[in-house]
């Protein structure tokens, strides 16, 4: 089974990809979210020449083709358009064969446990408590992770004071029997993130998410020594040379690959098995409800050394209003703090026909 087309859909913020076997059987993936246009121009310059025509079974073989042919071009706009071509020929793959991704990854439909991101900074701490408290109560969850410090923020707090109130007022919000965790997304300098790391340790808060600029990964190694609680990183790394860079500097207790920033499931794949020969579990970055969450779930029932829950984000058309309307199921209900992840072939989800109508289209086909 050979690849014959390659299709985009496209918006400045999503790219759909649809691909088409020799035999007609059909897949959908998704490149990464967030200028997603321009990925959709390098997927059809720099991926489908390099893809058409290929078989189905040789993609890993595939994936390392273009990055040779494309050697000039590493980093992320080219792992972002690989992405979409990866994640559609996992689900062709699966409704072939009549089964869910997850079982082709060795693993089986059902629950993942999901922690509640919260993805605002913009946010009071009173009212990030109050939300929290509504979704563990409506929704199930008992893990929750929420934003200190500013982004990239260079020791500077989103407003004055902001991390000392919502780091005592959510915990306290919260209380026992839940896991808490923070993201400082790239904030502090280790001075600081070992300051704001001890307030975490004193409020029973176990999970602290890049606190320091991800490229500086001696200065994450420098926090995670001098606290008690996990220091996770690496949703922005897409080239395994980081990841190795990482693990070797005993830089952090978690790995947190991106699905779509890393290139889809096989080279997530990759650094979950450099994760699992030392000793670190993966608990994925997944910020949104495109198809990154859907393929988060699948992977995690799948790997021997999953974390312990799903990201999933709670941000709805205020935050992300181009998420709403890509798909026609509801593949995201949580039941009792867990996502399903179904039996349906291949991803198990529909994206929308109305929302493909109006986006950009272009093809890739052999000729």
């Known amino acids: 089974m050979k690849i014959a087309k390659l299709e985009t859909f496209d918006t400045p913020f999503v790219c759909f990809v649809k691909i088409t076997a020799d035999t007609g059987d059909v897949g959908w993936g998704q490149t990464s979210t967030y200028f997603a246009d321009i990925t959709a121009d390098v997927f059809h310059r720099q991926v489908a020449p390099h893809a058409l025509g290929t078989r189905l079974e040789y993609l890993e073989d595939t994936l390392r083709l273009i990055y040779e042919r494309e050697h000039k071009f590493p ?31 060795g693993g089986s439909p059902g629950k993942v446990r999901a922690y509640a991101s919260s993805m605002k900074r913009d946010i009071t701490p009173e009212d990030e408590a109050a939300r929290f408290v509504r979704l563990r109560d409506d929704k199930g969850f008992d893990a929750f992770k929420w934003r200190v410090g500013a982004e990239c923020g260079r020791d500077r707090d989103e407003w ?48 602290f998410e890049e606190p320091c600029p991800y490229w500086e990964v001696d200065q994450t190694a420098e926090v995670r020594t001098a606290l008690s609680i996990d220091v996770a990183g690496g949703e922005q790394d897409c080239e395994l040379t980081a990841w190795q860079l990482a693990i070797e500097h005993k830089a952090v207790d978690i790995l947190q690959p991106d699905v779509m920033y890393m290139g889809g499931i096989c080279r997530t794949l990759e650094v979950c098995r450099m994760g699992e020969r030392a000793g670190l579990p993966i608990t994925p970055h997944a910020a949104n409800l495109g198809l990154v969450t859907m393929c988060t779930m699948h992977l995690l029932r799948a790997i021997p050394n999953p974390g312990k829950y799903l990201e999933f984000s709670i941000e709805g058309p205020d935050y992300y209003p181009w998420q ?16 399903i992840v179904s039996d349906a072939p291949g991803w198990g989800v529909e994206i929308n026909p109305d929302w493909l109508a109006r986006a950009r289209h272009r093809v890739s086909e052999r000729t």
């Not at 792992?79 to 071509?85: K, N, S, T, W």
């Not at 959510?170 to 001075?191: F, I, M, Q, R, T």
């Not at 709403?324 to 996502?339: K, S, T, V, W």
């Open 160 to 207: 004055p004071g902001r991390t000392e109130a919502i780091i005592p007022i959510v915990a306290k919000a919260l209380g026992d029997g839940v896991e808490k965790l923070v993201d400082g997304n790239s904030c502090y300098s280790p001075k600081r993130a070992i300051e704001v790391g001890r307030m975490l340790e004193d409020h029973g808060i176990g999970h």
């Open 324 to 339: 709403e309307g890509l798909f026609l199921n509801d593949p995201y209900r949580i039941e009792d703090g867990h996502a």
């Open 75 to 105: 980093g992320s706009y080219l792992r972002r358009a690989q992405a979409g071509l990866d994640t559609a020929v996992w689900d062709l793959r699966g409704k072939v064969a009549g089964e869910p991704v997850v079982s082709l990854l």
